[in-house]
């Protein structure tokens, strides 16, 4: 029977170095936005496509990430005495959401290394890798559709979108030929090519299914970009002998790792909040008169 991609893998081991102060003493995956933590909505979107395993990939300093999806009994018992029942309801869901496990990366030796510890726990099956910085609206199709051409094809699927050329050094590089509306089968991939020799403009974005066998590869990867061992570059490998499907999208993405997006992020996930969207949307209407955006 063909496999299912029931388990994912989140690596949450980076630094943080582009949201210092914060990142000093709490890892950027516990940024809020809005009232949860970036990881949470991630592990959400996860849970959403049906994964039901989930092992972060953390280093030090981050055990807030676990104390986040541990149960809370004392927090439970306090709040139910005081007949809060849809906190003790929504604390709870945080921590029964999935199966969720936790592994250190010792080491900051790269991406396709962090994946790499993977390896152990995922076994022989196929799985998903969801960046931590990469948040995706819960209307996004990304996620399910990748896992929906695993299970169709039985090949590797990355998440692919159209950036502005001069961008596409920030990231991993595909290029493509168009299967169906969102399929494409990819031909090559680089990963932060100079934008004068990219072979296109299409860049990763965060989200992979992929088969087992590409822990072999990245146990031979060298390191590449920035000196680190890239998931970029054990794709390309595996592509020697298997096939790399590409699933391109347009919307629906926030970049919660770049600070001018995190914002976006928090805004327009505020707006959208039965609670807080009606008074959140006067008080930016009032900014954006106050500050000349709108007459
Ligand atoms: C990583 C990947 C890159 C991908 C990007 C998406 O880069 O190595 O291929 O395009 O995430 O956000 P990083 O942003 O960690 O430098």
């Known amino acids: 029977m063909a496999a299912k991609v029931k388990k994912a893998v989140i690596p949450a081991a980076g630094l ?32 959403d496509a049906g994964i039901e395993d989930i092992l972060v990939i953390t280093s030090r300093h981050k055990k807030s990430l676990e104390d986040h999806f541990d149960r809370l009994v004392d927090l439970e018992d306090a709040l139910t005495a005081k007949g809060k029942t849809d906190e003790v309801r929504e604390i709870r869901r945080i921590s029964e959401m999935a199966q969720i496990h936790f592994v250190r990366q010792g080491e900051a030796l790269g991406l396709g290394h962090a994946i790499g510890m993977a ?20 209307s996004s199709p990304v996620l399910k559709g990748m896992i929906a ?11 692919l979108m159209e950036v502005p050329k001069q961008d596409i050094g920030s990231y991993g590089c595909a290029a493509a030929t168009a299967l169906s509306d969102n399929l494409v089968q990819v031909s090559e991939l680089v990963e932060k090519p100079d934008p004068e020799v990219a072979p296109s403009n299409l860049a990763v974005m965060g989200r992979y299914v992929f088969t087992p066998e590409i822990f072999d590869e990245i146990a031979k990867t060298q390191p590449g970009a920035g000196g680190e061992i890239q998931i970029t570059d054990a794709m390309a490998s595996l592509m020697t002998y298997q096939r790399m499907l590409g699933f391109t999208f347009t919307e629906g993405r926030f970049d919660t790792g770049k600070k001018i997006d995190y914002l976006r992020a928090v805004v327009e996930l505020a707006l959208e909040r039965e609670d807080l969207g009606p008074e959140f949307r006067t008080i930016l209407r009032d900014i954006a008169i106050r500050e000349g955006l709108v007459s």
């Open 149 to 159: 051409a695993y299970e169709a094809e039985q090949s590797s699927v990355v998440a």
């Open 119 to 138: 390896k152990n726990h995922i076994g022989g099956e196929p799985f998903a890798v969801l960046l931590g910085d990469d948040i995706m609206h819960r």
């Open 16 to 47: 943080g170095t582009r949201f210092l102060p914060f990142t000093k003493s709490s890892p950027k995956e516990m940024l809020p936005v809005v009232d949860r933590p970036v990881i949470q909505y991630i592990i959400e979107e996860a849970v």
